[in-house]
């Protein structure tokens, strides 16, 4: 890696593929988009790849890490596109996967939705065997059951088995012994442990990510040789790692075993950007809003951190590993207005997405979205859409707004195309608002970060609303998200779950416990290649009050001192739910090892002002009710004395910026053009 200079990252999102580019002798960085293949994302990598290769001049065979995002879980999960799965657990607990918890999520509904159950109960086959909590054997694994446990998988035709079986987070010997027995009878058929993959407490969660990790292993493994087999082409043999929830890359053999851990792929290099930007800025916090042309991405650095949760859902379906904690809407560029029967104005989730995408794209779509209200609007330039690369068509977009919105409504495609705007910035500024006051936090106390190739136009209206005085539009920020993996490091999460009392008495048994998390952690990184000097292995604890149903994740730089672990404990429980009893009873539920392989990361290269004029001039646009001139600036040719008085249009490549009323915005630290309200 160290001789072939180039490094690539990739996000592959709903509508578009985003790549960042960094040449490690000179720090420079590029970067470059492509239309998404949702019918397999590795052709639209290659296809991008390719194209960079050619417009920034480098040969493929010069490039030596590839770090690549990707939805191909998330989607495959969302659309059930899954392999045939069977689920082995202790006899008597077939159905915890279905029971799951008694939370009724939609309190006045009659007949509420049930949570979905991706294994039905033929498919659910009980083992002779019982762990108790402590990890001892209760009843041992009895071997004579496993031939007619084979004939019933070969029955139902499994092509992934899942392995939960009671305590195994405490004592894993059963489901090893048990996979030992299925690989030896039938070594092509893929098998997921829970000790393996969420080796903690609460037995429905744990079913729920085996379930998912065993269902997408013959998924990805798929995508994987797919992906392997196209590297080989025209000399293109880079060193690949995958970005998973947590924020780090893994290894594609990592991947291959626990694709669970790639369901926040692609958003997760966001946050990760997000992080580098509040170090670079000096800003340590930021709500980071990621607009793209499918979804809205929200996520919160605090005190310069980003948060991680140890716990997340997909489509309803529990996950329990670390991720970056994040909130997700169907709200982008790409998503559908409608009227309703009712004369109600809605705005997404359902998506153009990347075909046919809007109707501005000339691709056969016809239903508006937030992209032709941009452009009926006159906010975007149908002539420098991609930087040129595309041409949007007006009149198209103008005669759908019309007849979707406007006829309905009994409104002129203007007034309509803002009646767009003002509901899907209102549910943008929604999901800002609970990403904040669920943490009991100010937005006043925050800058907002904006990016995604649609976010820029949305920013300020959105601050405003929620009294936030500052926004920050980053460099590139068409493609942050691959700019974050771009920077990424290895990263493992290991966890022990054992239910103990926060008291000195306790302190042996932690110290046992952090000695196995720390050899794990260091023969993990080994096994990954990265040299001593380059591992890092940090511990944190869940922690809770006695009695609570739920835990706070406490970082425990210490390992074995308790006091500081308590004190910052009582502090997060006040932060977040507003009290804390420094008398009560505290108890740790889990421990965990991060284990960090600190990739090599060149500094990128501050990009000097094009030679070029930065007012590109003006363009009508409808704005506070009427049709005005507003100045058109370029981003590339800024310097940074000059002041940007809104309204006013920014435009870049692969982004553009509505600086709105009331806003002046102007270069700062690190390339980042940052506006600040006048009120």
């Known amino acids: 890696m160290s ?18 580019v960094l040449e490690a002798r000179d720090g420079s960085v590029r970067a470059w988009k492509t239309p998404t293949t949702p019918e397999d994302p590795s052709i639209g990598l290659l296809h991008g790849v390719t194209e960079a290769a050619e417009r920034f001049g480098f040969a493929l065979a010069d490039v030596g890490l590839l770090l690549h995002g990707t939805t191909i879980a998330t989607n495959a999960v969302l659309e059930r596109k899954l392999a045939r799965g069977v689920l082995l657990t202790t006899a008597g607990f077939e159905d915890v996967l279905e029971i799951t918890r008694h939370v009724r ?105 085996t379930v998912l990790n065993a269902l997408l292993m013959p998924v990805v493994k798929a995508y994987l040789d797919r992906l392997e087999a196209r590297l080989g082409e025209g000399g293109f043999h880079p060193l690949v790692f995958l970005v998973q929830s947590n924020g780090g890359v893994c290894s594609l053999r990592q991947a291959a075993e626990q694709p669970a851990r790639l369901l926040l792929s692609g958003p997760s290099g966001g946050a990760l950007a997000a992080g580098r930007i509040a170090q670079l800025l000096g800003r340590p916090n930021l709500v980071a809003v990621d607009m793209g042309g499918t979804s809205y991405d929200v996520s919160v650095v605090q005190d310069g951190r980003v948060s991680v949760v140890t716990q997340g859902e997909i489509d309803r379906l529990p996950v329990r590993l670390p991720m970056v904690e994040m909130r997700t809407i169907g709200a982008g560029g790409g998503s559908i207005a409608s009227v309703d029967q009712g004369g109600r104005l809605t705005v997404g989730p359902r998506s153009a997405g990347s075909r ?4 501005a794209y000339g ?3 016809a239903e508006p979205t937030v992209t032709d209200a941009n452009l009926a609007l006159g906010r975007l330039d149908p002539d420098y859409f991609l930087g ?20 309905p409504l009994g409104l002129a495609v203007e007034p309509a195309a803002q009646g767009m705007l003002t509901v899907v910035n209102a549910n943008l500024g929604a999901a800002v608002r609970l990403s904040l006051f669920e943490k009991g936090l100010d937005p006043r106390d ?6 995604g190739g649609a976010g820029g136009l949305h920013a300020t209206d959105v601050a405003a609303e929620m009294g936030i005085r500052e926004v920050i539009f980053p460099r590139e920020p068409g493609t942050l998200s691959a700019y974050g993996i771009l920077y990424s490091d290895l990263v493992q999460d290991i966890a022990r779950s054992r239910v103990m009392p926060a008291v000195p008495a306790s302190l042996p048994a932690v110290a046992a416990l952090v000695a196995e998390l720390r050899a794990e952690a260091e023969a993990g990184l080994a096994r ?17 009050y006695h009695g609570q149903a739920f835990e ?128």
């Open 3 to 20: 001789e072939r200079s180039i490094r690539i990252a990739v996000d592959i999102g709903g509508t578009f593929t985003d790549l960042q």
């Open 105 to 209: 999520r939609e309190l006045y509904k009659v007949d509420p939705d049930p949570f979905p159950c991706l294994i039905e109960r033929d498919r659910r086959l009980g083992v002779p065997e019982r762990m108790r909590a402590d990890g001892t054997a209760e009843l041992p694994l009895d071997e004579a059951a496993l031939p007619g446990l084979l004939a019933r998988l070969d029955a139902l035709g499994a092509e992934a088995v899942a392995v939960c079986l009671l305590h195994a987070y405490a004592n894993p010997a059963h489901e090893q012994r048990l996979k030992a027995l299925i690989q030896a009878a039938r070594p092509a058929l893929p098998v997921s442990l829970s000790s393996e993959i969420s080796p903690e407490i609460r037995e429905y969660e744990r079913s729920s990510t």
């Open 356 to 359: 046919p995408g809007p109707v």
């Open 363 to 365: 691709r056969g779509g």
């Open 388 to 407: 040129g690369m595309m041409t949007l068509d007006m009149p198209a977009t103008r005669a759908a707004i019309a007849a979707k919105v406007g006829a």
């Open 446 to 451: 925050f800058s907002l970060l904006s990016f």
């Open 528 to 544: 990954d290649g990265v040299p001593p000097e380059r591992r890092e292995v940090a511990i944190a604890a869940d922690m809770r």
């Open 552 to 679: 706070l994740l406490v970082p425990w730089p210490e390992a074995t001192e308790l006091p500081p672990l308590l004190a910052r404990f009582h502090a997060m429980h006040r932060q977040r739910f507003s009290y804390a009893d420094e008398q009560e009873a505290v108890e740790i539920v889990t421990l965990r090892a991060i284990a960090t392989g600190r990739l090599p990361k060149p500094d990128a290269a501050e990009a000097a002002p094009a030679a070029r004029p930065a007012l590109k001039g003006s363009r009508r646009v409808f704005e506070d009710g009427a049709w005005r001139d507003v100045p058109v600036w370029d981003r590339e040719a800024l310097p940074p004395e000059d002041r940007i008085i809104g309204p006013a249009i920014v435009e870049e490549p692969f982004a553009t910026h509505w600086i709105g009323r009331g806003w002046t915005a102007s270069l700062g630290p690190a390339g980042a053009l940052i506006a600040r309200s006048d009120a």
